[in-house]
């Protein structure tokens, strides 16, 4: 997939902004195997902070270890910090979407940020469409809301939802359904408690026309990172949606 001149959208709850993310396709032939489906690695640059860095992806710090986990890393080379990101190949359509995380999502760097979520390079729409789980201090330390389910464009009154979330484990569960009238996310920790779920049922659910899954781990502009770090998903599944399930109430 070549994502150039793409904008995603990083927001903050508190503060309210939005600010842009242009993606880049610098390694497009890069490709790796996970939980069953083919996924590329792509590249992206973020505003400068202070001092002067570039959020840029390194490809070679993304990868699959022996248990199947995807690990994927922030790190510093060269003045810049280096983020990664995979993008499902596959146009799944409506369905669950279910990401079992191995790391600790209330333990980022403030300015770290670990987003699952759904995408669409070019709706026909011409609106912007993304559905998205999103764990980040957004550069403030000790930020209580460290988790956000969300529809875009967030700009839209109710179409996100902050919480915090608190673990004693690795291991969490997160879940999109998507449906055509409603969208439902679900976080769960280690043992199935739930820790946050929405329904969300508003004008901006998108239909499907292109979407892929991606996963990935990159560095707030605003905040100043301070750390190395990696980010470990342990799976990813999928399951197809049928006209027939009962729906969620």
Known sequence: MHLQN???????????????????????????????????????????QTPPTQDTLWPQNIFVDSQGRLHLTISYKDGKWWSTEAVNTQNLGYGTYVFHLDSRVDLLDPSAVLATFIWNKNPSSGKQEEIDIEYSSWGTPNNPTNSQFAVQP??????????????????????????????FFRSEDES?????????????????????????????????????SEFIIESFEFFPHSSSETPIP
């Open 6 to 48: 793409v904008v995603l959208g990083v927001f903050i709850i508190s503060l309210g902004f939005f600010t842009p993310v242009t993606r880049q396709d610098e390694f497009p032939n890069y490709k790796l195997y996970f939980s069953g489906y083919t996924w590329e690695v792509d590249s992206y640059s973020v505003p400068a």
């Open 192 to 228: 199935g408690r739930e820790i946050k779920s929405w329904l969300y049922t508003g004008e901006d659910i998108p239909a499907p026309d292109g979407e892929q899954v991606v996963i990935s781990y990159w560095v707030y502009p605003y905040g100043q990172i301070t750390n190395p």
């Open 154 to 183: 967030t700009t839209s009154p109710g179409n996100v939802i902050g919480f915090n979330t608190s673990l004693t484990s690795n291991r969490t569960t997160q879940t999109i359904v998507w449906r055509p009238t409603y969208i």
